[in-house]
Structure formats: C-alpha cells, structure tokens
C-alpha cells in the first residue's frame, strides 16, 4: 500500500516537473521574441545613428582668378582629397553668379568627403597614410569635426555618400499616400457600410465578403503585377509616379480599411439604429448621423494602421517602377518619385560602404515614422474607445 | 489623358450646375412650402436629388465614354462627350426641378441613390481581384504560348538569360534557347518557407500558450503590443537586417565549425522571415486560445491532471484548427514575402537542401524579370507573370484552407469574434 503511494508521488512530481518545463519553455518563446527585437533595434541603432553626424572642415576658400574655371584651384592643395568633391564643383558656379566674390577669401564650414567621414567614424577606408596624417592634424587643430548631418534630412539622393539624404524620399512618401488614402478610406468605408448596413445577407455579399479576405492574405507583389499590367499598360498611368505607386497600394490597403470599418460599424449597438430608425430616419441618415460617427475612432483607428502598412510596403512599389535615383524633390503627382522604403531598397544596394549606415539612418527615420503612426492609431483608440 | 482641359472644363461646369441645382430646389420646394402644402421629404432632400439628377447621369456618361475609348479603342471626340455630358446634365437639372413637388418621394429617391453608390464602392474589391487575375492570367497565358506548360513545371533549368538575344533577332548565335524549367525556383520558395516555419511555428505557439495561459496581466499588456511591433516593421527593413548582419554572422558561425557558407545562404533569409511571422501566428493562436471555453479547463483540471498536461491535451488539440488556420496564413505570407529575399537570398536558381548555399525564390526572379532593361513582351518579363500566376493559385489555396479551418473551430465553439 505505502509502495504504491510512493510510486504515485513520483509519478506526480515527475508530471509536475514536466508542467513547470511547459511553462518555462513557452516564457522562453516570448523570450526570444523579445530578444529578437531587441538585437533587431539595437543593430539598427547601432549602424544608422552615424549616419545623422557628418564631417565637416573647415577651409580657407580663395576665389582667384583660377578658380573660376577650376574649383580645385580655391581650396589648399593638400585638401583637395579630404573636401567633398560636390563642394568643389559649385565654387565657379557661385563665382559667376555673384562675381563680386572674384579676389575675396571666405573662411567656412564645407562638407567632408566621404572617405574622411568613414575614416573619423572608424570604418575601413582606401585613403592612403598621407592623408589620414593630414585629417589627424585638422581634427586635432579643430579644422575637421563630426557634425550633426542637416543635410540628411533636407537634400535627395545622390551618388556622393556624403550628399545623399532622404528629403525626396520623405516628400514622395508623403504625395504616394495622399493618393492612397484619397482612393482607399472613401471605398473601403463604403464598402464596409454597404456590407454593413445596408446589404441583404445573400450569395454576392458572401462573395465580396470571402474575396475582401482573401484580398487581404494576396502577397503584396501581385498588386504590383496587376498596377503595371492594369494601371501602366492598359490604363497609360506614366510609370514610377506617386499617382500610380498610390493607385496599387489603395488596393492592398482597401481590405485592411473595410475590415476595421466593419468591425468598428459592428461594435455601435443595434439600440443607436433602433432609436434612430424610431424617430423616422431612413437608413442613410441613420448611418450618416448616428452610427458612423460613433464608429470614426475605430475607423480612423484601422485608417492609420493600414496607411502605416502601405508606407513600408517596397515590392509592389518596385514592379511599378518606383525604385528610382531621384536626386531632386518631386513636384507632382505625374512625376517620377521614390518613397522611403524604396530609399532605403536603393541605398542597401550601392556598393559604397559609406551607403550602410545611410541605410541604417533611413531605417531609422522610416520606423519613427511608422512607430509614432501606430502609437497615435493605439491612442486614438484608448482616447475614444467605448464599451457599450 | 487624366488630367487635361477637357476634364478640368467638365468639373467645373457640373460643379457650378450642381450648385445651381442645389439653391435653385431648395428656393422652390421651401416656396412651395411656404405655401401651406405638406411635402414628403425636408427642401434639402429635394436640393441634394437636383444635385444628384444633375451630375449623376452626366458623370455616367462620361465614365462610359472614357472607359469605350480606352477599352474598344473608339475614336469618340473629346468634345462631342464633353459636350453630350453637359447636355445631359442639363436635362438632368430640369428633370430634377420638375421633380419638387409635394408627392415625389425625395428622401428615398436619394437613398436608392446611395445604395447604388455604395454597392458600387463594395465591387471594386472584385473588381480587384478580378483585376489581379486577368493582367496575371493574360500575360501567362503569352508566356505558355512561347514555352511550354509543361516544361515550366517540371524543367529543372531556370536560365531566362537568353531569351534577350532572341528577342534581338539573333537567337541562332546564342547557344540553345532560354530555358524556363520552375522547379528549383519552387524548390528554393518552399525551402526557405520551411525555414521560417520551422522558426515561427514553435516560437509563435508557445509565446502565445504563454501569453494566453500563464502570463500575469502585466506581462500580457507588454507582450501583445511588443509582437506587434514585430508585426509593423516594414519587410525592406528586415531584409537589410537579414543581408547585412543575420547573413556574415551565419557565415562566421559556419566558418568556425568547418563549413563553408555563402554571403547569401537560404538560411539568413529563412530565419528572418521566420521572426516577421511569429506575431501572424501568435496573435491568432492567442485569439483561438482565449475562446476555447473555460468549462474544458476546469473538467481538465478536476480530473487530476496538471496545468500543463491540461494544456498539451486539451487546450492545444481544441485550438488546433485555429493553430493550423494561423500556421497556414503564415505560410502564404512567406511564400509570396518579396523583400526580404531579394536582399538577402541568392539569385542564382539551386537545386539543393543545403541551406549554406545560396537559392533564389519565385518573388526574387518576378522582381528581377520586372527590372530589367527588357521589353515588356519578352519571355523573361512574361515569365514573371507565369510565376506569378503559380504564387497566386498557391497562396489563394492555402487561404481557403485556412478559412475553412478557422470557420470550424468557430462553429463547434461558437465563437463570434474569430
């Protein structure tokens, strides 16, 4: 009897150890999870925070007569490897707009090279000895110093490491998502009121309703397919433009939209309708007065997030050509554009070393952006949110 | 074509129309009002069906005009439509006037209306749909009558490169054609899809066996949002993440057991994507967890068996619809993830299981036919649909599988908010 009873508890400890494992094994999950994110943000910190400092120096710019033609000829010859080459050109073009400056010397802060930016940041370099002598000395003089990069966040792309920024990236972000939203939020909330509120339960709303989920678990680059066979070829929308890049991700935004406005809609209780419908509002001014605007806040909730969706989407962006080098902020809608993600698609590609931590930075400001986006669509929701 | 003068003339002319209809209605059914006679719908009613009278056959007409010019290639004057628009939208406001009178049903003249309208609006997701299948089916079907089907599927070489010089008129010089065999493209998307699987399922499950278990409010309230963030992060973002620092360290680790790794192994891009769908599967298994009725717990537990043992044998089987429908969901999205296989995996097709080596995927060879210099009509660039079609079909199966399953789970539980 007592051998039994021994053998039980065993047994039972063994299955309670066994249940403790579950549990420390499933902590471990989230864990690692949480781990994951953690190395991921600290990975990008560590690579793109670089990228908001930029050397600069300190030079004595001479306007002689030579230097009209030549820029090369302004600056002290040692120099002319360490400034950045994009500073060297305009000095001719300023001194034919402004020919007073001929036989003047100016004392200013220029742009460094990129070699001299990497070489200050501790990264490999192919400057020779001689003149990383010559930046040590300027450093040390305090001719050369690290800055922060204003220019990253004010010029476009450009083949000089040291000149590239995102501002066109950020412009044609801010242009590809008006068009989406102008399209996506006025359908995708009619749609769901229609499903909602006014459509009889029958085989075509099933069909809308089963296509409205499967749309939404369609891989992204398909979009692209239809935008370039739909939009570009058959339609004659000019490539790469922001109208076109937001006319494909209306699309894919368009489910994530009606699937938030359902809910939302679903969550104002029948006893509003009933009330309305009681003091003799037809339908549509039922929805309009009553039930939609009790709804907004889930609405715009769903709004946001899918237009944070849309903005870090690339593939579809890619196949309608909006991949582009776009030095200059775009103007218009029918002009060719680049978007942040696409940015950032564009700058991991270059070869140049320099162009990593660029990317690194990109990243950085394209997921402030997103994370500030879904932080305000979490707070609208806790703002305004209403248990009925 | 979008936006040109005649357009802008039309807008302009119906807005202005549409005004007039506006005031002009409202002046005579408040007269007619005013007149001791009792109408059925309030003078805005009546105001906003002369707008609608006004500009809603004319804008009809002119979207039909448009769609015929572009859709049959009908050589229709701007003008002429320009003009038989207008006119129309002129009829349209005389009718809408001669429409204010006590017995016309204002109101739900406009509520007809805007049923229209809105089941309009709730077609364009088919329209969608039907959009994605046909610009995919068409040029795969231009892509099948250049190769054959057969050969698509079952060729083990992927070698596209020559099509370019037939294209150019001197495909003889080039030594044999170009070759479409998809097998090791599939080979290497259901490689790395495995990869990411074999990391997303178990992590996702068992982060949301603990969050939906075990976890104390607190932690909960941290870890949802905190999966989600995972979830937000643009897919560009982790392909870098996977290219430049996930790849050198596999490389490094490789190295120092004695293997020899590729800069661009299916591995780095697999384990990746594996992080990316971890929230997929744990938010929904967490939904699916939460609805299995408490009343199983309780007769688990009451039974003498652990906490855990409760959860392996019954919570975890009465999910599992649910936990598969999650897993199926997750594997479509890995499937047809582009990104992040682009930076990171290889672009050279590979037969192999090694996953040191490099591999490409179907979404890597659809974006490299997309940004060639090619004509859009060469094989190559038709080829990407061909794929695309495969990768539609493919994700579109294992969506209804999952939406099948999670409707089962809903049904024997009755459950309303999956």
Known sequence: ?388 | MLINNPFLIFCGVLMLLGVMAFFTARKKATQVRASGTAMFSQPDQYAWFAVVATAGPAILLSALGAFVMLLLGADIPTFSLLLASLVLAAIGLAVGMTLVRANFHARQAIERVIRWVLAGAATVSILTTLGILISIVGQALNFFQMHSFWEFITGTTWAPGNSFLMAAGRGEGASGGAEFGSVPLFAGTFFITAIAMAVAVPVGLLSAIYMGEYAPRRVRAVAKPMLEVLAGIPTVVYGFFAAITVAPFIVRVADSIGLDASFNNALAPGIVMGIMIIPFISSLSDDVINAVPDSMRQGSLALGMTKGETIRDVVVPAALPGIISASLLGMSRALGETMIVVMAAGMRPNLTINPLEEMTTVTVRIVAAMTGDLEFDSAETLSAFALGLVLFVVTLALNLVSVIMIRRFREKYRVNNL
């Not at chain 1, 678990?217 to 890049?245: C, D, E, M, Q």
């Open chain 1, 1 to 388: 009897m007592s051998d039994s009873f021994e053998k039980i508890s065993q047994q039972l400890e063994r299955r309670h150890r066994k249940s403790a494992r579950l549990k420390y094994m499933s902590m471990g999950a989230l864990a690692l999870a949480a781990s994951f994110l953690l190395i991921f943000f600290a990975d990008m910190l560590n690579k793109g925070l670089p990228a908001f400092q930029q050397a600069m120096v300190n030079i004595e710019v001479n306007y002689s007569e030579e230097a009209s033609r030549s820029g090369r000829a302004a600056i002290d010859r040692d120099l002319s490897d360490i400034v950045s080459r994009s500073v060297v050109r305009v000095i001719p073009l300023d001194m034919r707009n402004d020919p007073s400056l001929l036989g003047t010397t100016e004392q200013r802060w220029v742009l460094a090279s990129g070699e001299v930016d990497q070489y200050l940041k501790g990264n490999l370099v192919r400057l020779d000895d001689e003149d990383k002598e010559i930046i040590d000395r300027l450093v040390e003089s305090g001719k050369v110093e690290m800055q922060f990069n204003t220019g990253f966040f004010s010029r476009g792309d450009s083949k000089m490491p040291e000149l590239a920024g995102i501002m066109s990236a950020v412009v044609g972000t801010v242009m590809t998502m008006i068009v989406t939203l102008a399209i996506a939020f006025p359908i995708g909330v009619m749609t769901a009121v229609y499903l909602e509120e006014f459509a009889a339960d029958n085989r075509l709303t099933q069909l809308i309703e089963i296509n409205i989920n499967n749309l939404a678990a369609i891989p992204s680059i398909l979009f692209g397919l239809l935008g370039l066979a739909i939009f570009i070829n058959f339609f004659g929308v000019p490539r790469s433009t922001p109208l076109v890049g937001g006319m494909t991700l209306a699309l894919m935004t368009l489910p994530v939209i009606i699937i938030s406005t359902r809910t939302a809609l679903r969550s104002v209780p029948d006893s509003i309708r009933h009330a309305a419908f009681g003091v003799g509002c037809s339908r549509w001014q039922v929805v309009r007065d009553h039930v939609l605007p009790l709804a907004m806040p889930g609405i715009m909730t769903g709004s946001i997030i899918g237009l944070a969706q849309a903005m870090g989407e690339t593939a579809p962006l890619i196949i309608v050509g909006m991949v582009a080098f776009i030095p200059d902020v775009t103007a218009s809608f029918t002009d060719a554009a680049t978007v942040m993600p696409a940015q950032v698609f564009t700058w991991a590609n270059e070869p140049d070393r320099a162009f990593v931590e660029k990317t690194a930075g990109g990243i950085i400001v394209l997921l402030a952006v997103l994370i500030s986006l879904n932080a305000s669509a979490v707070m609208l929701r806790k703002k305004f949110e209403r248990r009925w």
